[in-house]
């Protein structure tokens, strides 16, 4: 079975998911905290991993892909 990266709704993002964002950044969320700072057109994405902390925030209508097997 092949993986490939799928555009999806930002709102579909589930904590386990590898994500790429326009930019090219690549993170699996392990958190996802919808509205981000208290504003309802904002999520963050958490990658916590032994190997990094990465914390990525995004407006709700930007673009992103999900890698995902076919």
Known sequence: ?????KPTKIT?????DRIRTADGA?????RVEHN???RADMIAFIED???RWFKRPM???ADVEVLAAD
């Open 1 to 5: 079975m092949a993986e490939q990266w």
């Open 12 to 16: 579909d993002i589930q904590p386990g």
């Open 26 to 30: 690549e993170m699996t969320a392990t």
């Open 36 to 38: 981000f700072f208290g």
């Open 49 to 51: 991993t032994p190997q």
């Open 59 to 61: 407006p709700i209508d």
